[in-house]
């Protein structure tokens, strides 16, 4: 018998996901993450829970983990101390940035600091034209430049050379050299991290990348050590921003490319728990402890852009195209100093945590709001242990908010999920209504800890009339790394017209790719088949901003040709209008390399308990209700209800609301919809 574990660490609880791969879903623990060494829970919850199964370690096929450690590192600025090699006069690219500023019309906000300070930003001699072509050889005061960052004590070191997207020679050279004078400093080289055009966010994403390599390896050497101690024998494999596994050899080398790993894995884990229930057009509603994270996907696939920004430096790589805003569960409720309530972007994270959870945490948090408003009670302990002082919060409620405002606790505490409304609304409509799509025609599918909370309000205040929840909403991040492919992608520069003149440099291009995918290949072990999706990215002649479109087959006259024309249909949709008239231009080629993973188990579950409910009140809608109470575990298919209820389950609580229904479908999804 073959088992798989799937792990994803947020800022607030750490979840594992135990699966037979022959009877489906098993078991599912939550414990509280720990910041200073995140493996330490991971390795507790995973062999804890393998040991209340009685699953023999050597019987695990498969660990798949989802991470925040990168993402973490840049937040909150632990990242390592770096240091750049650049060419002469390019070494405040970072801090020109495009000349980008965060509000465009106000001077006053500061831009990010550069993640490589100027003083270890160290300039040398050598150059390459547009086409890769040598203007003068690498190397005039490389030497005396090694040396100036030895002297600086980096803990890594980035390379960032003038067009190395065209040739990456010399920033291989520049490596060789650091490397003999610097053993053990990691050296990152642009041409490897993305070697693609546009200087400023090469850099950007080449030096943050450096930043997290000794972050990462230490992380991921400590974790891998600690699963393979305990006798656990495929290695660890890390979920990708893109969604797909990598090997820790990868990910430690290119940490940047996890900088979406948790948000990714629950899009996947939304997907496929979708997808059993028939349903492919959805609007996924992650919410945790410290962010919400919502995707919009059409057809069960998962979007995929190639710019994100975090933290307000530009990351480029393939991403799951997801929309992030500061508001979840441990988001700190706050007056400011005209009076308006906020909520977040501050967290109380997993310590101190929220008032209710009893461990030091003073300042009044979502799940505080959620406690006094009776959603979350005493009687049922979050992740199966963890019993909530309403008390305790609605002292902090008052005191924090309700005295600021002139309010009552219950007041204050509705005020802030009002306002968490408003926040949760703009994220939808910012991947829905802001890109010319209809909220109204999706399935909303929330989870994380709070998802579920507070769907059913975030619903009806958008006009969608059905909401998926799935059966362990709680930990569908890590039940997304267990469904997750091996996946590699892989993009050039490559500017060209998209007609037969330039084929031969599309040919070229993609021969590169495929170079480095049996590279990748080779790296990741892979041996099973795999499938290549091949994309070139067209625009306008004259414009500067390009659209992906896919290339069917092998790069040959006919397959650009309809790339061509699935432009102008792709633009015409984007913008309102096309211009088949005007020369199209390639300005990139990507393809993306995959390891089909065996996903076909069930996920049966056989009932436990008494289906009978309690009754308490919540307050909803400004006044307190009598709401039955239910415990999902004990729910049969077909079983129905209507709102308004609270179904809680160890890792999550739902809501239904008044004039809404909630059933329990064939696959044991949780649907809520409009009374008709």
């Known amino acids: 018998m073959a088992w798989r574990v799937g792990v994803d660490t947020g800022g607030t609880f750490t979840d594992v996901a135990l699966v037979d791969e022959r009877r489906g879903l098993v078991a599912v623990r939550k414990l509280p993450s720990s910041k200073e060494d995140p493996s330490a829970a991971i390795l507790s919850g995973v062999l804890g829970l393998l040991a209340d199964h009685g699953v023999k370690h050597e019987a695990v096929s498969r660990f798949s983990h989802g991470t925040t450690v990168a993402v973490n590192a840049v937040l909150e600025g632990t990242a390592a101390r770096a240091g750049m090699l650049t ?37 040398i001699g050598g150059r390459l034209d547009a086409d ?66 546009r200087e400023y966010e090469r850099f950007s994403t080449t030096a943050v990348n450096a930043s997290l390599v000794p972050v990462m390896r230490r992380y991921l050497g400590r974790l891998s050590d600690g699963v393979a101690a305990a006798g656990i024998a495929p290695p660890v494999r890390v979920v990708q921003s893109n969604g797909g596994l990598a ?6 080398a290119l940490p940047v490319s996890t900088l979406f790993s948790g948000p990714s894995a629950g899009v996947l884990g939304a997907v496929k728990v979708a997808a059993e229930a028939g349903v492919g057009d959805i609007i996924t509603f992650d919410m945790g402890g410290t962010s919400t994270d919502v995707c919009l996907v059409r057809d069960g696939r998962v979007p995929i852009v190639h710019e994100r920004e975090m933290d307000g430096r530009p990351i480029m790589g393939a991403m799951v195209d997801v929309v992030s805003v500061g508001s979840g569960g441990g988001s700190i409720a706050w007056v400011d100093d005209g009076g308006l309530l906020k909520v977040g972007p501050h967290s109380a994270g997993a310590v101190p945590g929220p008032v209710a959870y009893g461990r030091g945490g003073a300042r009044p948090t979502v799940t505080d709001a959620d406690c006094v408003l009776g959603y979350l009670h005493p009687d049922a302990p979050l992740a199966g242990t963890l019993r909530v002082d309403t008390d305790a919060a609605a002292r902090q409620v008052a005191a924090h908010v309700g005295e600021r405002l002139g309010l009552d606790a219950v ?74 492919d091996v996946r590699g992608d892989f993009g050039a520069t490559c500017a060209a017209e998209a007609t037969e003149a330039g084929l031969a440099d599309v040919v ?81 080629v990507r393809l993306t390399a995959i390891a089909p993973s065996e996903r076909s188990w069930s996920s049966e579950r056989v009932p436990e308990g008494d289906p009978s409910p309690t009754v308490r009140d919540v307050f909803i809608d400004g006044a307190w209700t009598p709401a039955e109470v239910y415990r999902r575990e004990a729910l049969p298919p077909g079983w129905s209800c209507a709102g308004p209820a609270i179904v809680g389950q160890m890792d999550a609580t739902t809501v239904v609301l008044p004039r809404q229904t909630a059933r329990i479908d064939a696959v044991s999804n949780l649907i809520i919809e409009e009374a008709q």
């Open 247 to 252: 090997s820790t050899a990868t990910t430690g």
């Open 132 to 197: 890769g072509g040598v203007v003068a050889p690498v190397g005039a005061g490389l030497d005396a430049a090694i040396a100036a960052l030895a002297d600086a004590e980096v803990d890594a070191v980035a390379v960032c050379l003038l067009h190395s997207y065209a040739d990456g020679a010399h920033e291989e050279e520049v490596r060789r050299r650091v490397q003999r004078a610097l053993p053990g400093v990691p050296v990152s080289i642009s041409s490897e991290v993305h070697p693609e055009y």
């Open 411 to 484: 007041a204050a505490a509705d005020g802030v999920l009002r306002v968490l409304q408003a926040d949760l609304v703009g994220a939808v409509r910012a991947v829905s209504v802001a890109r010319g799509t209809d909220p109204r025609d999706f399935t909303l599918v929330p989870y994380g800890g709070a998802g579920p909370l507070h769907a059913a309000a975030l619903a009806r205040e958008l006009g969608i009339r059905r909401v998926l929840v799935p059966p362990t909403p709680g930990i569908l991040c890590a039940y997304g790394a267990l469904s997750a």
């Open 87 to 123: 060419t002469t006069g390019f070494r405040d690219v970072l801090e020109l940035a495009r000349q980008r500023r965060p509000h465009l019309y106000d001077m006053s906000v500061p831009k990010p600091e550069p993640v490589v300070p100027r003083e270890l930003r160290v300039e």
């Open 508 to 588: 070229a291009a993609f021969q590169r790719l495929d170079n480095r995918c049996t590279e990748w290949a080779r790296v990741e072990s892979v041996t099973d088949a795999v499938r290549t999706e091949r994309h070139v990215e067209l625009h306008y002649a004259n414009q500067s901003h390009a659209l992906a479109v896919p290339l069917d087959g092998e790069p040959d006259a006919e397959s650009l040709r309809r790339a061509v024309d699935g432009f102008h249909r792709l633009y015409e949709e984007r913008y309102g209008y096309a211009l088949p008239g005007e020369p199209v231009r390639v300005a990139a």
